[in-house]
T-cell receptor, first 114, second 114 residues
Framework: AQSVTQLGSHVSVSEGALVLLRCNYS??????LFWYVQYPNQGLQLLLK??????LVKGINGFEAEFKKSETSFHLTKPSAHMSDAAEYFC????????????FGKGTKLSVKP | NAGVTQTPKFQVLKTGQSMTLQCAQD?????MYWYRQDPGMGLRLIYY???????DKGEVPNGYNVSRLNKREFSLRLESAAPSQTSVYFC?????????????FGSGTQLSVL
């Protein structure tokens, strides 16, 4: 069975500081990994995805994530936080043949201080 | 381009009442999903439909039924609402292809069961 664990339900950074949101996965087969973002009172939007091509994946709004098989991790980073990055971020996993059924982590709420 | 449209946006029910949440997508996607989101729990899959005419249970199907009325529409029904079903419900549809997986979410229905 697949699962994801997001470390830290709430992360707070200052504007301009590095953003690091942690995600570890568990999967018995090569996984597909995703990061989604949810702004207040909205549905989720795809930030980026890893589907076994390049291990460093670039997404929208300056975010990127690196797939590290040895660490079973897929952490999300952004070099410089902006106030507009304040949102909740979800890591998710699926596997080939799962018909796209995603297993979501519990989410990390990012706050950005001026 | 409407994407995924959910109705209603808000609903308050009394225990034992029934209701149907409506979802429609205009992107010609085969797969559609219903998730519920609870604080600290992330998103959990209730039911999904891989194609018109098929539906399958997800992680938390008890107390719910679904209908894939046609390719565009996928409804979620609560036959006898319970306070434990108080949640935010999201409908989603998915692009085709294993490596092109991307979920498009509606804006959600906030349901309170008293």
């Amino acid at each position: 069975a697949q699962s994801v664990t997001q470390l830290g339900s709430h992360v707070s950074v200052s504007e301009g500081a590095l953003v690091l949101l942690r995600c570890n996965y568990s999967s018995s087969v090569p996984p597909y990994l995703f990061w989604y973002v949810q702004y207040p009172n909205q549905g989720l939007q795809l930030l980026l995805k890893y589907t076994s091509a390049a291990t460093l994946v670039k997404g929208i709004n300056g975010f990127e994530a690196e797939f590290k098989k040895s660490e079973t991790s897929f952490h999300l980073t952004k070099p410089s936080a902006h106030m507009s990055d304040a949102a909740e971020y979800f890591c998710a996993v699926s596997v080939k043949g799962s018909q796209g059924n995603l297993i979501f982590g519990k989410g990390t709420k990012l706050s950005v201080k001026p | 381009n409407a994407g995924v449209t959910q109705t209603p946006k808000f609903q308050v029910l009394k225990t034992g009442q029934s209701m149907t949440l409506q979802c429609a997508q205009d992107m010609n996607h085969n797969s559609m999903y219903w998730y519920r989101q609870d604080p600290g729990m992330g998103l959990r899959l209730i039911y999904y439909s891989a194609s018109e005419g098929t539906t399958d249970k997800g992680e938390v199907p008890n107390g719910y039924n679904v209908s894939r009325l046609n390719k565009r529409e996928f409804s979620l029904r609560l036959e006898s609402a319970a306070p434990s079903q108080t949640s935010v419900y999201f409908c989603a549809s998915r692009t085709g292809g294993v490596t092109n997986e991307k979920l498009f979410f509606g804006s959600g229905t906030q349901l309170s069961v008293l």
